[in-house]
């Protein structure tokens, strides 16, 4: 079965050499370049039909080797390394202590933290509040010390916000400081 | 009955894979990292190719990446003139080290304290880990761009390959060459087996084995097309390469001969690896993918499943995926 396959192919190949010799010698050159493709496609086509039902010439008795699955691909919208994997809660140091048996001191050591925090936060809002409007020396980066009357500073502290800048070209009428830039700033109460 | 290969394929990258490299055998398993021109290097668990995370920070094509033995850390390379350190367990930048030129390569020792780079600027830098903010120790010798740069013989010494055509042995302490090899065609990679001290390189389409310490030649393989990489086995029974006919082959250590090709990568092959174990090995392309290959093909290993034909045909064959049949030329 599988040799008069192979007698078809070859019948038809041998017609399409001959069809693109005939047409070689009339030089029709466009119908030539169609056709030099063809016998390349008939064959492409009848390889196809091959695979579909018999086996090759070459490639017999062989099986794939299955798999349980295809690897795991990223995911759209995440970096990854899984926090409750095993190795990141092995190898990851936590903040909060994990033992049971402190859980209970744990606990109130961190309600103290937090309202240590909290004090902290509260007396560095009421300082900025104290400083509108009064004038005030900010210790900058490269021992730029500059003075200002002080306005406000954004929701984040990232700028504040001051008038009169005295710097070293001339008196700044409003001017914004980027907070990163300031080491200190310190003023009269 | 015979068994036909299944690659495993990893995709996830955008671009051309340039460098891989598997960590150490770690209690949770071992890992690879992929460097890729899409500037997102990726870590993934080595025996299934799962992927675990996505190191985001370089802001261009990362050239060359590495882990450290126990999978905590990771290093890569970029064309962004930086090389940076990461954690690899929560995948947090931890280091940026900044660099005058592109960076194509960069290795852990073994103890993870220091690191080595190289690159475009043509010279070699050691950066101790412990103190990041010091300045690195620079070794300059080569007159061209460094591709890769490898620690040996126990992290005193050091290897490495570079455009102007030879590979370079120099002493850490002394920051002298001790030993140069001159090749006629440029060095596609270079790998160092520290066990059995071999140092495995590939330039044309050679493959040459070379001892370590010596650098005394022992072997060369001469394979059908230009290969891009090339990776001995663990315990020295087989290497495979891969290059510019988008294929990978297996020989024979010992007789040289050509045991395997396997094709399934559409594009050249830029790098490939065994796994620490021997088990399999991965490679890495131009068409963006990394594919996980068996050595022992058939085995029940990671996601293979060794499977007797009687129970492909029983009910219990739809748990199995199975690769639908390819077209071999």
Not at chain 2, 61 to 75: H, Q
Not at chain 2, 88 to 98: F, I, S, W
Not at chain 2, 268 to 294: K, M, N
């Amino acid at each position: 079965m599988e040799s008069s396959k192979e007698q078809h192919l070859f019948e038809t190949e041998t017609c399409l050499i001959i069809l693109n010799v005939a047409f070689d010698q009339y030089n029709a050159s466009l119908l030539n370049y169609f056709f030099s493709f063809l016998p390349r496609l008939m064959t492409f086509i009848l390889e196809i039909k091959r695979s579909s039902g018999l086996r090759f010439r070459r490639v017999l008795n062989e099986t794939p080797v299955s798999v349980l699955r295809l690897p795991r691909g990223p995911e759209p919208n995440s970096r990854g390394f899984d926090p409750t994997s095993p190795r990141f809660i092995a190898l990851c140091p936590t903040t909060l202590p994990s033992s049971s048996s402190s859980s209970s001191s744990s606990g109130s050591a961190d309600e103290e933290e937090q309202r240590l925090r909290a004090e902290l936060r509260e007396r560095f809002l009421r300082t900025l509040l104290l400083m509108t409007g009064k004038r005030v020396r900010f210790d900058m980066h490269e021992h730029v010390r500059v003075h200002a009357r002080f306005g406000a500073s954004d929701i984040d502290v990232l700028n504040l916000q001051v008038c009169d800048l005295e710097t070293p070209l001339g008196v700044q009428r409003e001017a914004l400081l980027r907070s990163q830039d300031v080491i200190a700033c310190s003023f009269e109460v | 009955m015979a068994m036909r290969q299944t690659p495993l394929t990893c995709s996830g990258h955008t671009r051309p894979v340039v460098d891989l490299a598997f960590s150490g055998i770690t209690p949770y398993g071992y890992f690879l990292i992929s460097a890729c021109k899409d500037g997102k290097p990726m870590l993934r668990q080595g025996d299934t190719g799962d992927w675990i995370g996505t190191f985001l920070g370089h802001k261009g094509a990362v050239w060359g990446a590495t882990l450290n033995k126990e999978a905590t850390k990771a290093a890569t390379a970029a064309a962004d003139f930086t090389a940076k350190v990461w954690d690899a367990v929560t995948g947090d930048e931890v280091l940026t080290l900044a660099h005058k030129h592109i960076v194509k390569s960069v290795n852990f020792t073994q103890d993870s304290n220091c690191l080595l780079t190289g690159g475009n600027d043509k010279v070699l830098r050691i950066y101790d880990l412990g103190k990041p903010e010091a300045e690195p120790q620079e070794i300059a010798g080569h007159t061209s761009a460094i591709k890769k740069a490898l620690w040996c013989n126990n992290d005193q010494q050091i290897l490495s390959a570079a455009d102007d055509k030879t590979i370079r042995l120099w002493d850490k302490n002394t920051k002298e060459a001790v030993k140069s090899l001159s090749f006629d065609a440029s060095v596609s990679s270079m790998e160092y087996i520290p066990d059995g001290e071999v140092l495995v390189i590939t330039y044309g389409r050679t493959i040459a084995f070379y001892k370590a310490h010596s650098l005394d030649l022992i072997k060369t393989v001469d394979a059908p097309a230009s290969i891009h990489s090339a990776s001995l086995h663990p315990d020295k029974d087989f290497f495979v390469a891969g290059g510019d006919d988008f294929k990978l082959y297996k020989y024979d250590y010992t007789t040289k001969e050509e045991m395997e090709s396997y094709k399934g990568h559409f594009g050249p092959i830029h790098c490939v690896r065994f796994s620490p174990d021997g088990e399999l090995y991965a490679s890495g392309s131009e068409d963006g993918t990394l594919r996980l290959w068996q050595t022992a093909v058939g085995k029940t290993y990671g996601l293979w499943k060794c499977v007797l034909p009687e129970e492909l045909s029983s009910e219990n064959s739809e748990v199995l995926y199975c690769p639908p049949a390819e077209i071999k030329a």
